[in-house]
């Protein structure tokens, strides 16, 4: 696939379209309903976890109180809620999720009866990576080996934060929606909207270049996060054993990945900040590969390589191109 033809943008009119899919559940909102918020006059937002938490900080500023149902280092995909949690879900003025990612929050979402209920995934078009990357998933499962929800397709890849092209999509529909829930503050919820694109834009145009000249176009991940940013930027994404970060591969899968290595000039293995390192490791020592880190970007902690999103993603190019041999 060459790079001319992934870097596809959706037209403003599609973005708007998915917007208005989106934010379906606002129709029926007036503006005091969300507006007048909490004790604080803050609108009360909660977020799903650490890329939709970034979102509403970004584009919220200082008209929001924002609240994340994924605690700093908690693996994502296997978060559980407490009843305190999933009750306090319908005291909340909007609610900001990605379907796909958490099965336990999508779950509570859906109960939560929220007017102000925004899905990131309506707000971009998903796409089908699994089947690119080497994983196997059961008929009607996504890439987390989630049962499938709405689409009904199996393998829709949700990472789309991974790619600031896509990511910008999802702001613009975010800053929409929160212009539509708090109309009073529309004008800075625009404002601080265009300013994060700005970034994300930037971001893309550093991955581009960044990533333009290379030894090699492959990359080894133990978590097979990142087929947006691989499709964006021309490269291929091969992952060790499926989506469980910390699961061992296979002889089989070993032995393969080692034939790939070989052919495409792979040097690395890539783990992420939140899992064990032993499967990249183990590999490595296998096939005489170095490890490196690759961040989902799935939660912040002191250990990861930056202090907010635009920050983790800068050094995942850098690791990119370390490990790619960028000229």
Excluded at 47 to 53: E, L
Excluded at 186 to 192: L, P, T, V
Excluded at 222 to 234: D, V
Aim: negative net charge; hydrophobic residues 40%.
């Amino acid at each position: 696939m060459t790079l001319m033809n992934v870097r596809r943008l959706i037209p403003t009119a599609a973005v708007a379209g998915a917007v208005a899919l989106g934010m379906t559940a606002l129709s029926a909102c007036s503006s005091s309903d969300a507006a007048d918020g909490g004790s604080d006059g803050k609108l009360n937002v909660v977020a799903s976890f650490y890329p939709m938490q970034f979102l509403a900080e970004e584009i919220g500023g200082t008209h929001v109180s924002v609240t994340s149902l994924t605690k700093p280092g908690v693996e994502p995909h296997d978060l559980e809620l407490s009843p305190k949690q999933i009750g306090g879900l319908s005291d909340a003025d909007y609610l900001l999720y990605l379907k796909g990612i958490q099965p336990a929050v999508d779950d509570a979402i859906a109960q939560a009866g929220v007017k102000n209920t925004v899905d990131a995934a309506t707000l971009t078009t998903l796409e089908e990576h699994g089947a690119e990357v080497g994983h196997d998933h059961a008929e009607g499962e996504d890439a987390h080996g989630h049962a499938g929800e709405d689409s009904g397709e199996a393998g829709l890849d949700p990472h789309v934060w991974l790619d600031p092209v896509k990511y910008a999509e999802v702001a613009e529909g975010v800053g929409a929606s929160l212009e539509k829930a708090d109309p009073d503050h529309a004008a800075d919820y625009r404002e601080n909207t265009d300013a994060l694109v700005a970034k994300l834009n930037t971001l893309d145009k550093a991955f581009e270049s960044g990533l333009k000249n290379t030894d090699t176009r492959t990359f080894l991940t133990t978590h097979s996060a990142f087929g947006y940013l691989a499709e964006r930027y021309g490269l291929t994404q091969e992952g060790i054993a499926g989506v469980d970060p910390e699961s061992e591969p296979s002889p089989a899968r070993i032995k393969d990945l080692h034939h790939i290595a070989e052919e495409e000039g792979a040097t690395t293995v890539f783990f992420e900040t939140l899992a064990s390192d032993k499967t990249a490791k183990t590999l490595a020592k296998d096939t005489g590969l170095k490890t490196g880190v690759l961040d989902p970007l799935e939660g912040i902690t002191d250990k990861s390589p930056g202090a907010d999103y635009v920050e983790v993603m800068e050094a995942n190019l850098a690791a990119l191109q370390k490990a790619l041999g960028a000229k």
